[in-house]
């Protein structure tokens, strides 16, 4: 795949380590084997950022073109969205939770006052005792 220059390894600082460009059009290096001075490792990126981080270990391009499409190249951050800079006060907490009062039981109704005998007629003296 094409080299775009040599670099710093990331794990072992090794200078002089070709940079390419995989067939996903992401950045790689290899290190040089550790009988070279290198550490044997490999890095592959997977997208924009790790491009961009690649390239930053670039000390060596191979050409200016190389330089422009893969240094920089990562996406800018979004910038805030203007309505959070607003001093709002955050909301009230909600109210604590009261432990919710038992229902009262069930009064027990009023006790009428107990109803009076209906007051018996007096009876006459003698009554039915008496023979007419
Ligand atoms: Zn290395």
Same mark, same amino acid.
């Given at each position: 795949m094409t080299t775009i220059g040599t670099g710093r390894c990331p794990?072992? /600082? =090794?200078?002089g380590v070709p940079i390419k460009v995989s067939k996903k059009n992401h950045l790689y290096l290899v290190c040089l084997p550790a009988a070279d001075g290198g550490c044997d490792s490999q890095a592959f990126a997977r997208g924009p950022h790790s491009d961009q981080r690649l390239a930053e270990c670039?000390? !060596?391009?191979? /050409?200016k073109e190389a330089k422009q499409q893969w240094l920089n190249n990562a996406p800018q951050p979004e910038p805030e +969205?203007?309505? =959070?800079?607003?001093d709002e006060p955050p909301p009230?907490? #909600?109210?604590a939770p009261r432990p919710r009062a038992r229902a009262a039981p069930p009064r027990p109704a009023? !006790? !009428? #006052? %107990? %109803? *009076? +005998? %209906? +007051?018996? +007629? %007096? *009876? *006459? !003296?003698g009554g039915w005792l008496k023979w007419e």
């Open positions: 794990i072992c /600082g =090794l200078d670039v000390t !060596k391009w191979s /050409g +969205p203007d309505d =959070l800079t607003e009230p907490p #909600p109210p009023p !006790k !009428k #006052p %107990a %109803a *009076k +005998p %209906a +007051p018996q +007629p %007096a *009876k *006459k !003296k």
